[in-house]
């Protein structure tokens, strides 16, 4: 199931008048450091790692956390989920479908 799930992302027009992000359109532009993919926008970026670590410390979950090791969101999300219980895993699938809605959702 996990895998149908395409995942599309479009740079609001605020990022794209950023200096370094028009100086290269193809970096990450939370970080401005990495190629921009998917798997980097919803794991592998700083901000995005930061992100899930307060939101799932919010219930009581950060060790889910991804690691910086992490490169891709779908193989995350199954360890992540697989480490919880039956009754966790719900919540933390629920939580993580959210979170990556919202983290890719324009500003
Ligand atoms: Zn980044």
């Known amino acids: 199931m996990k895998e149908e799930i395409v995942l599309t992302y479009k740079p609001t027009n605020k990022i794209k008048q950023h200096s370094m992000y028009r100086l290269n359109p193809e970096c990450c532009p939370l970080c401005v450091q990495e190629e921009e993919s998917i ?58 479908i959210l979170g990556g809605l919202d983290s890719l959702e324009p500003s």
């Open 39 to 96: 798997n980097h926008l919803l794991v592998e970026c700083v901000f995005a790692r930061e992100f899930w670590f307060i939101l799932l410390r919010q219930v009581g979950l950060r060790a889910l956390s991804p690691q910086p090791t992490e490169n891709s969101f779908l193989d995350w999300w199954e360890t992540a989920s697989n480490a919880t219980s039956n009754m966790v895993r719900q919540g933390v699938n629920s939580i993580i």
